[in-house]
């Protein structure tokens, strides 16, 4: 039976290795014509196809990551305020899994003040307070910030952004 920590350590290494597939795609367009609606469903993609299951010892993992499409009819990301959608479940041996999510809106570091992305923030933080988060790509990959940090530069911790 895996214990709490053991849960936790396994959200820890997921998110090491969503760092590093961020930041390894987004280096590698960066200098490129990407968009960045195309670039973030890049990123989704190399997250599911790199880390989509995976076992730690008595634990299953399974991660789902849903771009929001932006343009067109309905279009989710108007909806939502998020580029992206990643989900991790690490179920134990009883099936009693622990599920944790995050919302993110992507920005290039020279669109990273867009006057949409205050609106943006509000509805993620309108469905999830604390998983939500702007990316910013930059040359060296993403820096990510949580919402309510990112447009609130001195609250504690937020070191504010460029």
Known sequence: MATDEEKEFVF???EQAVDAIVSEVVEGHYEALTQEPQLTSKIADAIEHTIKKMDVG???VQVEVRDFPA??????????GADVYISVAVIPENREDVSK???AQAKWDHS???PKLSEQIRKMMERSESSS???????NGVTCYPAGDYINP???GAGGHR
């Open 12 to 14: 820890q290494v997921i």
């Open 58 to 60: 008595d634990l299953n």
């Open 71 to 80: 343009q067109g009819r309905g279009a989710l990301e108007g909806k939502v």
């Open 101 to 103: 999510g995050m919302l």
């Open 112 to 114: 990273a003040k867009d």
């Open 133 to 139: 988060y702007v990316w910013v790509y930059g040359p």
């Open 154 to 156: 001195d609250s504690a």
